[in-house]
């Protein structure tokens, strides 16, 4: 029998899947988990995602981490960098902890967790392929976890899960329509991901193009710029290439 | 400036809109709210809702109503009818009070009152254009409230939910993914609603086709077939023309 698939369109519905014994991959496009990717991608050591901007402050200051996040899309006060994966390349990451706080993403990545969650990863159009190629091999029920707008389904996650289950549906049960819902929605996408963003007006495309992020949009939708598997383990999260 | 208009695909996500100062549409296609339209453009009375089986076999004792409903898709102990619109032809409805439960629209109502709905209204493909008039006509917010599977987000609410923003979208002001996501899904499916259910698997589909109730579906699929506006008030969703 194949393992299951289903999608959790926003950290709302989350209580309503068996996470207990699946994987869960967080999925945060604009612009956690594009983020985690691409920071481990360019040689972050690790990055820790706490979900509150003290925690982050008081982690940084303790283990002399980069603290970064956001809040409602800008940099929040007390922390030293934004949710960019921008400010990320190797000559100011490579070796470094990345201490992440997000609005959505990392809010998601500890519910998960508290629920118990077998294993967490993160996945993004980032890291597609290493993602998809990861949950081949597992044989595992997997709960695709979109993050949302605070609680409200959006777009660019729903394309992403929708992304990963094109990719799977032949290995995977998928008897779950939010499943069916977001890969209908990527195929509708798939030929042109920003150009779709841009037609639907999507919210985050609004809010985001409004402060100026075009370029991080468009590098966050285009597939395996950063082809990494970000693992949770013990408080981090660590591209362990053993793991797979 | 245009009203607002949001999509809440599941009642989990329904606290996240203003329901306070909108007109709310309870969509459950998988059947109640294509049986409300059913029997009341048949001549019933009035469609009392009710959100447990106890109630509805108290007030159908009281006032000597019919008492109907389902539970995970079948009549539930104590009631005489179920949730299947062939149940409530013209020759035995005309004229008579329906008492009705069912698993998520009726709930998803209560909900919509408790939160404090201007207006609660039912839609279905049954009464799809008659919903789509009176919404256009009352430049008011609207919500439009997906009844789910026990809150996992079904595929033919959100059709429904689509067809109506396919209808309406140049009259409201659309900043909700949710509703952008059931516009493009309805867009895919339009030709043939039926073939796309089944295409899909829906897990509604699947469940309802295993009890033989392939019709039902096909009927609450087809448009307009009971082009009447149930409106609630005070207990009671009657068909209120005057109202549009």
Redo the contacts between chains.
């Keep these: 029998m194949k393992p299951s698939l289903h999608t959790s ?2 950290p ?2 989350l209580p ?1 899947y068996d996470v207990s014994s699946s994987i869960v991959v967080i999925i945060d496009v604009l612009r956690a988990t594009s983020t985690i990717a691409t920071a481990l991608y360019n040689g972050a050591r690790c990055v820790i995602p706490v979900d509150s901007v003290a925690k982050c402050i008081e982690i940084g200051r303790q283990i002399e981490g980069i603290t970064a996040g956001e809040r409602d899309g800008k940099i929040a006060e007390g922390l030293e960098h934004g949710n960019s994966p921008f400010e990320y390349p190797r000559e100011f990451i490579e070796g470094k902890t990345l201490v992440l706080t997000t609005t959505n993403g990392t809010k998601l990545l500890h519910m998960a967790l508290e629920k118990g969650a077998q294993r967490v990863i993160t996945g993004a159009f980032s890291n597609l392929d290493a993602v998809c190629a990861y949950l081949s091999k597992q044989q595992q029920s997997v709960v695709l976890g979109c993050s949302a ?7 660019e996650d ?1 394309l992403c899960a929708g992304a990963i289950i094109h990719r799977l549906e032949s290995a995977f049960e998928i ?4 499943s ?2 977001a890969h ?2 990527y195929q ?1 996408a798939k030929k042109d991901l920003f150009g779709f963003m841009r037609k ?5 495309y ?1 809010r985001l193009s409004g402060y100026g992020l075009e370029e991080d949009i468009r590098y966050c939708l285009t597939p395996n710029v950063a082809g990494v598997l970000p693992v949770y383990n013990e408080g981090k999260l660590t591209s362990d290439l053993t793991i797979s």
């Design positions: 369109l926003s709302a519905l309503l707008w605070k609680d409200r389904v959006n777009i729903t008897n779950c329509d939010s069916k819902i209908t929605l509708d639907q007006n999507a919210s985050h609004h």
